[in-house]
């Protein structure tokens, strides 16, 4: 194989450069030149292709779209049903799985269960670049997983992984984590941009040409992004987000994206003792259910994916004593409230200029939707007026900068989950009114902000 050149590239515009200096030539950017690898292709060692994914079509040659056979895709669930959720029905062979998240959140400990679980119909592969087997071992025994069917391997060097895995040759296959390997092909320390990059296109090059599934956890760093280049997110399948507070037992995983499935899908599970366990009635966590009914509290239902879920937001409306009152979310996007609040203002006669507003959504859920506009009025109102909302009300809708209702997607799937939890009363846009209300459940379609605030 020939001798792989070195040079250096500018993660701002582009630029090649022989060598490392602080600024880029080109654009004037500092500190963005990073080393890259440029391999021959003369002499380079192929692995078979993966029919699964090359069809019955021949390397470099062109077809007709038309003409090419679309098959359903085989999936193999992970034995946990949240988990297969968020993947979208399962695990697709040759598939690769980026996962982030916080230190200590439970991203290797869920894949040791999915591992466990596949082990009974497939092939595994445990490779851990920051812990020792031992440590490995001590974790399974405190989970108390059945270990017998895992394969596990200590190793950081990616052309020594992908030779033991070409003899082991698992169906399914984990890299904990990805900044931690690194390949001979780029001389750089491990978690670089330039080792993470190659060292990941060497991973993603043998899953497909295997058809091996491929799970690469990721590290993040103080923003909550993924650490590394932005391209290994583009390199990989589907890319899943641990979510959760600290002090929290319950954690969130979101698929950020998925070529296999939907985006924005969610599962649940709770930390115990014995690993992470999935939550099945997620709605219930996230409703608090006070003892009586208190002010500026309305439960919404949000859209997570494909699965409706009912989260309670709180609003609390007190007197500001500063020139620039205080507009603070939890949840909640900060511009978003403060243009509803201009919208309370001008449609509504509610003036809050002189008023310090904090809004959270129960549970340490993320509420992006613009589903929630009108329950966070409502909430607010609520709080400011001191009047209390029915329990058993439950309220959804955007709201438009004219004042007027929007409807949203998934009115009717949203209307039957809050009557699974026994809700009576329902609050929501004209347009999103069902043909058939579910039994028991009093409609109150609304098409203008001030018909909502008539309402409660």
């Known amino acids: 194989m020939a001798k792989a050149k070195q040079s250096y590239s500018c993660s701002a515009c582009?630029?090649?450069?022989p060598k490392w200096g602080g600024q880029c030539t080109d654009c004037g950017a500092w500190n963005t030149l990073v080393e890259v690898t440029a391999m021959a292709a003369a002499g380079a060692t192929r692995m078979p292709r993966y029919s699964g994914f090359s069809g019955d079509a021949k390397n470099g040659q062109v077809q007709v779209l038309a003409d090419v056979q679309a098959s359903e895709l085989a999936r193999t669930s992970c034995g946990i049903e949240e988990f297969d959720r968020v993947l979208g029905g399962g695990l697709v062979p040759g598939s690769v799985v980026l996962i982030g998240g916080?230190?200590?959140i439970g991203k290797s400990t869920l894949l040791l269960q999915t591992l466990v679980a596949l082990a009974e119909t497939s092939k595994t592969l445990y490779v851990?670049?920051?812990e020792s087997l031992e440590q490995v071992s001590m974790r399974a025994q405190r989970l108390g997983l059945n270990?017998?069917?895992?394969?596990?391997l200590t190793e950081t060097q990616v052309e020594s992984i992908l030779k033991i895995a070409q003899v082991e040759k698992p169906a399914v296959m984990v890299i904990d984590s990805i900044q931690a390997v690194y390949t001979e092909a780029v001389q750089s320390a491990p978690g670089g941009v330039a080792q993470v990059r190659e060292s990941a296109a060497q991973l993603v090059r043998y899953a497909k040409?295997?058809?091996?599934?491929?799970?690469?956890?990721g590290h993040v760093t103080k923003e909550g992004a993924l650490a590394g280049p932005r391209v290994l997110e583009h390199m990989v399948d589907t890319v899943l987000y641990f979510e959760g507070d600290s002090g929290s037992r319950y954690r969130l995983v979101r698929a950020i994206k998925n070529r296999f499935g939907a985006i924005?899908?969610?599962?649940?599970?709770a930390m115990t003792g014995k690993g992470l366990r999935e939550v099945t009635n997620p709605s219930a966590i996230f409703l608090s259910r006070h003892d009586e009914v208190v002010p500026g509290t309305v439960v919404m239902v949000t859209l997570e994916g494909s699965r409706p879920l009912l989260v309670e937001v709180q609003a609390l409306v007190d007197e500001s004593h500063l020139g620039n009152p205080r507009r603070v979310t939890t949840g909640l996007e900060t511009n978003r409230l403060a243009m509803l609040l201009a919208v309370l203002s001008r449609h509504a006669g509610i003036i809050m200029h002189d008023q310090d507003v904090f809004a959270n959504v129960v549970g340490g859920v993320r509420v992006t939707e613009t589903g929630a506009d009108l329950a966070v009025l409502l909430a607010i109102t609520s709080s400011l007026r001191s009047k209390t909302i029915p329990d058993d009300l439950i309220v959804f809708g955007e709201v438009g900068l004219a004042g007027e209702i929007r409807p949203v997607p998934?009115?009717?799937?949203?209307?039957?989950e809050a009557a699974k939890h026994g809700f009576k009363q329902a609050i929501i846009p004209k347009a999103n009114a069902p043909r058939e209300v579910p039994k028991g459940m009093t409609i109150y379609p609304v098409t203008r902000l001030d018909?909502?605030?008539?309402?409660i």
Do not use: S
């Open 451 to 455: 018909e909502a605030l008539d309402k």
């Open 102 to 104: 916080d230190p200590g």
């Open 14 to 17: 582009g630029a090649q450069a």
């Open 264 to 269: 924005n899908e969610l599962g649940v599970f």
């Open 209 to 217: 040409q295997t058809g091996t599934a491929l799970f690469l956890v």
């Open 410 to 416: 998934n009115g009717q799937e949203r209307l039957y």
């Open 147 to 152: 270990t017998k069917k895992i394969n596990v």
């Open 128 to 130: 851990t670049g920051e």
